[in-house]
């Protein structure tokens, strides 16, 4: 399996209804650090439905620039679902687009606790009025776990442009 491929065939078929829609999307990645975005300005034209991608690795940059809640990171942690619904709707507010993704995780190889080991990672998906928060547990390296996370929230973001 050409999991590559079938990344940049999902992030294709995504700017296709986005454009059909005239809708637009944009990303707040932590453990993924643009991934997602990159994965989006490979498609050509992609200027038309994707024109914000926040990259908020620290706590810093989630509480300046996406407006996390510090009681959020304190409470909850960065890894959790009400942070990326947080980050979610800090992508959606800042950048007026219509859709977002939003990524949080332990991308490891280290930062694992038993509450959230290695490889925990949360995602907020959806508009300003469903935001879908998830957490997922993959397994592997560093590089696989962030490959994992791309491919999921792309996954999940095309389940909600189809509805």
């Known amino acids: 399996m050409n999991?590559?491929?079938?990344?940049?065939?999902?992030?294709?078929?995504?700017?296709?209804?986005?454009?059909?829609?005239?809708?637009?999307?944009?990303?707040?990645?932590?453990?993924?650090?643009?991934?997602?975005?990159?994965?989006?300005?490979?498609?050509?034209?992609s200027s038309k439905w994707y024109g914000f991608g926040f990259i908020t690795?620290?706590?810093?940059?989630?509480?300046?620039?996406?407006?996390?809640?510090?009681?959020?990171?304190?409470?909850?942690?960065?890894?959790s679902e009400t942070v990326v619904k947080e980050m979610a709707e800090g992508a959606l507010n800042k950048s007026g687009s219509d859709f977002a993704i939003s990524i949080s995780g332990i991308a490891g190889p280290s930062g694992g606790t038993e509450e959230k080991p290695v490889g925990t990672v949360c995602f907020g998906i959806g508009s300003i009025n469903n935001i879908n928060?998830?957490?997922?547990?993959?397994?592997?390296?560093?590089?696989?776990?962030?490959?994992?996370?791309?491919?999921?929230?792309?996954?999940?973001?095309l389940i909600c442009l189809q509805k």
């Open 3 to 45: 999991s590559n491929g079938d990344v940049q065939d999902l992030a294709i078929k995504i700017g296709r209804l986005l454009s059909e829609s005239k809708k637009s999307i944009s990303t707040a990645e932590s453990c993924t650090g643009g991934w997602v975005g990159k994965e989006f300005t490979a498609v050509p034209g």
């Open 57 to 79: 690795y620290s706590n810093k940059a989630k509480l300046k620039v996406l407006d996390v809640s510090k009681d959020s990171l304190l409470k909850e942690g960065a890894v």
């Open 133 to 157: 928060c998830h957490t997922k547990y993959f397994e592997g390296d560093r590089n696989q776990v962030r490959q994992q996370s791309v491919t999921f929230a792309l996954k999940e973001i």
